[in-house]
């Protein structure tokens, strides 16, 4: 093995010898070409592909990281000044498990470490101290707030008075330095402030600042947004209400339609009024009548007779009593009937809370042209869906026009262009890749070739055998001494081979032969 290795090294040798200057220059610059490319590879290949472990750190949590990624041996790179770790994409996620177990980065605050006191300190610069500790705990509190990437705390207690306490109240800052593109709600402020305002005695919320980087002076937005909106009149969290009931019918339709149209063949929108007044409603409705009972009263009423007196003065002349001619007694009776009826009474009390709706109105556009009949199943379909009432003046609308789809044709294109063109520089740069190991191929194969070439024939040595190797001078002298037909026949066939296998030795040694016959 070693033997074929020293004589392809020697080959290779003597091959460089007979090459020119440009030639060898050449060779040189394919070589280095050839081995620019290959480092450049084995670099790409072997470089990792690093993604974010975590950003927008501290310095401190940033070492906590750096530290235990050394202990285990994962690399790593710091960008954006030290507030992103970058490790390979392939351990992301163990690392993160892995420095979760640790509790690394802490996320906690904590208790405050323990204060120590001198013994000669006075009880003003014990307060100065506690006061410090305090700031930084509170500072590192509202650290963990979401979109906050560092805080400042400060706070300024007044100084006691020489008799008595003293009347002034204390206040604080808050300076915030917010992740970039992050902004805090309201109630986020309104959170911050309260949590400072109650880590000091006497500390109101309203007492407290609170500032972001660009001086924007969010303590004040959050005080007027806390009670409700200065425009409607109504407080956030009855706007919240009324958004989540927009959005929950809205939801709710637009699901059905995807089903029916396909999905985003539809856009709904709802808008309820809400009634937040609470009330209280007594009603009484009276139905048929119902005889309950009933009674009957007779009366009879018997009256003595009494005689006829003509009328005239016969009746006026006194006459003696008789009694033909008398009336007899007489009998009368009446009847009275006395009914209870019943009436069917209904009473309902009935307590409103808020948050009914007072009216509601309903839009659907779909994306296409709808017949009178299909905007009319549609628009009984969406009232069912939503929970329509005509009678407290709901209102649908349907409209069915194909939509304004440029803006999003425009961002599939650039998309499908730019993922052309990615695709297209890959296989440019794949192209180049096989095109140069093809290069690097046909190169090599010649200089093996011409190695080849180069050494001795083996048809060539039974001629020669017993002198070595023919060199050009031996050839050409054994061709022009030889006088046997035989052994010339051979050398000038030897001779055609090589004009045939190495054109370039031959005329090596046609040139020598016309040297020496000179």
């Known amino acids: 093995m070693n033997q074929r290795v020293n004589e392809y090294g020697q080959q290779i040798l003597q091959w460089w010898k007979r090459q020119s200057l440009t030639q060898r220059l050449r060779t040189g610059v394919v070589a280095a070409l050839a081995v620019s490319v290959l480092l450049v590879l084995i670099h790409w290949i072997g470089t990792p592909n690093w993604q974010p472990l975590y950003t927008n750190l501290n310095p401190r949590s940033a070492g906590q ?92 207690e007044p100084s006691p008075a020489l008799f008595g306490e003293s009347t002034a109240s204390p206040t604080a800052s808050v300076f915030l330095d917010l992740n970039p593109g992050a902004s805090l709600s309201p109630s986020q402020v309104q959170g911050i402030m309260n949590l400072v305002a109650h880590s000091v005695a006497g500390l109101t919320p309203k007492e407290v600042t609170v500032v972001d980087q660009a001086g924007t002076l969010l303590s004040q937005n959050a005080l007027n947004s806390q009670p409700g909106s200065q425009i409607t009149g109504t407080t956030q969290a009855e706007l919240a209400a009324q958004d989540q009931v927009d959005n929950q019918i809205a939801q709710n339709v637009t699901s059905m339609l995807d089903e029916v149209l396909g999905p985003g063949a539809a856009v709904v929108r709802v808008n309820a009024s809400l009634n937040f007044n609470r009330s209280r409603t007594h009603s009484t409705q009276y139905g048929k009548s119902v005889l309950s009972s009933q009674q009957t009263t007779t009366k009879t009423a018997t009256q003595q007779g009494t005689p006829q007196v003509p009328a005239g003065a016969q009746g006026n002349t006194p006459a003696y ?88 044709d425009l961002a599939l294109k650039q998309m499908a262009q730019a993922q052309r063109a990615q695709q297209i520089h890959r296989y440019i740069m794949d192209g180049a890749l096989a095109l140069l190991g093809i290069i690097l191929a046909i190169l090599l194969w010649r200089g093996l070739a011409k190695l080849r070439r180069s050494s001795p024939s083996p048809a060539f040595e039974p001629a020669v055998a017993g002198s070595g190797s023919l060199s050009v001078t031996d050839l050409l002298n054994e061709i022009r001494q030889t006088k046997e037909p035989g052994t010339a026949d051979r050398a000038k066939s030897h001779l055609q081979e090589m004009l045939q296998k190495d054109p370039e030795g031959a005329a090596r040694l046609i040139r020598t032969w016309i040297q020496e016959d000179e």
Request: net charge positive; charged share 15%.
């Open 321 to 408: 009593p008789v009694t033909a001619g008398a009336v007899g007694p007489s009998k009368s009776q009446s009847n009275t009937t006395t009914s209870h009826w019943l009436v069917d009474k209904i009473s309902t009390r009935q307590v409103v809370p808020s948050g009914s709706i007072n009216r509601m109105t309903v839009a659907v556009a779909v994306d296409k042209p709808l017949s009178r009949a299909q905007a009319a199943s549609l628009k009984s379909l969406v009232s069912s869906a939503a929970g329509v009432n005509p009678a407290r003046g709901d209102v649908i609308t349907i409209m069915g026009q194909p939509f304004n789809r440029s803006q999003v």
């Open 65 to 156: 990281i750096t530290t235990q990624l050394t202990q285990m041996k994962v690399p790593y790179q710091l960008r954006n000044q030290g507030h992103t770790v970058l490790v390979p994409k392939s351990q992301v996620d163990q690392v993160r498990v892995n420095l979760a177990d640790l509790n690394i980065p802490s996320s906690t605050v904590g208790m405050p470490q323990p204060l120590s006191f001198s013994l000669g300190e006075t009880n003003q610069e014990i307060t100065l101290t506690q006061l410090a500790d305090l700031e930084a705990t509170l500072s590192q509190t509202v650290n963990a707030v979401n979109g906050v990437h560092s805080s400042r705390v400060l706070i300024n």
